[in-house]
């Protein structure tokens, strides 16, 4: 049985997010999405509710699991018996630094390898950064998250 560990920050997880594990489930007999618990960026949502927001969505996929994450990547893809790491690009400035990730990652674990998904066409310029801002401005999201990330961010942004 052949596990894919998914990390990222996923505030908020996003349709192109949903996307590349989706098609990593495919892939992969187990993907375990990992939130991780404390990035280096100002975050809108709380890691549980993170990790809930993933989780929600991703109910239907039989073979994705959700949890959170401290420390090193390579640490929880070990941890949960991962072969490869699945990492979404989306433009060319994603390269560059899922590439620096991958060798440090190599570096520190030679026996797991990073596997690269190209984003969908319509998810090319999709981030949670952009989103989080437009959201914060007003601006519609609704068809760049499912609906229950959407209200969850609406909520946020009230308070």
């Given at each position: 049985m052949t596990t894919a560990l998914y990390p990222g920050t996923?505030?908020?997880v996003t349709n192109g997010h949903l996307d590349i594990v989706t098609r990593a489930s495919k892939l992969f007999d187990k993907v375990v999405a990992a939130?991780?618990?404390t990035p280096s960026k100002n975050l809108m949502l709380t890691t549980?509710?993170?990790?809930?927001?993933?989780?929600?969505?991703?109910k239907t996929l039989k073979n994705v699991e959700?949890?959170?994450?401290?420390?090193?990547?390579?640490?929880?893809?070990?941890?949960?018996?991962a072969k490869a790491i699945v990492r979404g690009l989306r433009m060319g400035s994603d390269f560059?630094?899922?590439?620096?990730?991958?060798?440090?990652?190599?570096q520190l674990a030679l026996d797991i390898e990073t596997v690269c998904l190209m984003s969908s066409l319509e998810y090319q310029f999709v981030s949670s950064s952009l989103l989080k801002e437009a959201n914060s401005l007003?601006?519609?999201?609704?068809?760049?998250?499912?609906?229950?990330?959407?209200?969850?961010?609406?909520?946020?942004?009230k308070k």
């Open positions: 996923f505030d908020p939130v991780y618990a549980d509710e993170r990790v809930a927001l993933f989780k929600q969505s991703v959700v949890i959170s994450y401290r420390g090193l990547t390579v640490t929880t893809a070990r941890k949960v018996g560059e630094h899922e590439f620096e990730l991958a060798l440090m990652n190599k007003g601006g519609n999201i609704s068809k760049f998250v499912p609906q229950h990330v959407a209200q969850a961010m609406a909520k946020k942004f």
